[in-house]
């Protein structure tokens, strides 16, 4: 019997192609199922430190976005504390002005020609330096108020105050004590300058006095002066008691003139000028 016709073999030896399809097949899916399985987690293991890498992003600029936020609020707050501090330096600079100008005249008040005085003197004794005070006030003021009244007199005091300031150089002392009566403080002159320095102020006062608006005739100012060098000390209570009798004298003597500090003639005034404080305001 021929061998190509044998049933038995013909179905061992030719399969349906389907089932080679098949078996062919099965191989090649099962390594793309092998290769898939870790490429699939390693994709989420990537993806998982993408997500809280983003996710810390957030945070941060969450927490800038605060940072600046507050910054701006700092730097407000610091303009607002600037400008209130600058209102507050301008209020207590008025108030330091109110306390140290008398409002009137534009000189330092009592408190303030005390103050500085005192550091005049520190410096001048420091250096051996003469130190001149001038005492003065208005002569027979009170006559000014009643005949042309308290506006003139006021413009009386003014104009005394500005011929004074005139004379003086930036860094003397220029101080009213109240009333009519005013004190000058100049380092570095003796007796004879600064008698000269009064005279000046004393004439510009009578010659001036009758050219103001409106006029007052008749004003002039008495003065008294004193000098505080190493001989005779830099106590500023001596000083004034010396300028101040010396002042006294010149009233005496008929007003109207600039009398200077006589070491022989103390003791000699009995008067209540004698013990008054040097802070105190001169009798009328």
């Known amino acids: 019997m021929d061998q190509g016709h044998r049933p038995g073999n013909h179905r061992s030896r030719w399969l ?12 090649a899916a099962g390594a793309a199922a092998a290769s898939a399985g870790p490429t699939g987690w390693a994709g989420w293991l990537l993806v998982i430190p993408s997500l809280l890498l983003l996710w810390g992003l957030v945070r941060v600029l969450r927490a800038v976005r605060r940072l600046r936020a507050e910054r701006d609020s700092i730097r407000q707050r610091q303009r607002e504390l600037e400008s209130a501090h600058g209102l507050l330096q301008s209020h207590t600079e008025h108030l330091r002005r109110q306390v140290a100008v008398d409002p009137l005249t534009g000189a330092m008040t009592r408190a303030a020609f005390t103050a500085e005085l005192a550091l005049l003197l520190e410096h001048a004794a420091n250096h ?30 003014r104009l ?38 009064a005279e000046t102020i004393r004439f ?23 000098v505080a060098d ?21 009233k005496r003597a008929g007003r109207n003139r600039v009398v200077a500090d006589d070491p022989a003639a103390a003791g000699t005034i009995v008067d209540e000028r004698d013990t008054r404080p040097w802070t105190a305001p001169l009798p009328d």
């Open 16 to 27: 349906p192609a389907t089932t080679l399809a098949g078996v062919l097949a099965f191989p």
């Open 128 to 157: 051996s330096r003469p130190v001149a005070m001038l005492v003065f006030d208005l002569d027979h003021f009170k006559s000014i108020n009643d005949r042309l009244g308290h506006l003139a007199g006021d413009e009386a005091l």
């Open 160 to 197: 005394v105050t500005t011929i004074t300031r005139e004379k003086l150089d930036r860094q003397d002392l220029l101080g009213r004590f109240g009333g009519d009566e005013f004190l000058v403080a100049v380092a570095g002159l003796d007796g004879a300058a600064a008698e000269a320095l």
């Open 204 to 226: 510009d006062v009578v010659w001036r006095a009758p050219d103001q608006s409106p006029p007052i005739p008749d004003l002039s100012i008495s003065v008294g002066i004193a």
């Open 230 to 250: 190493p001989d005779r000390g830099y106590h500023a209570e001596a000083l004034f008691r010396r300028a101040d009798g010396a002042l006294y004298r010149a």
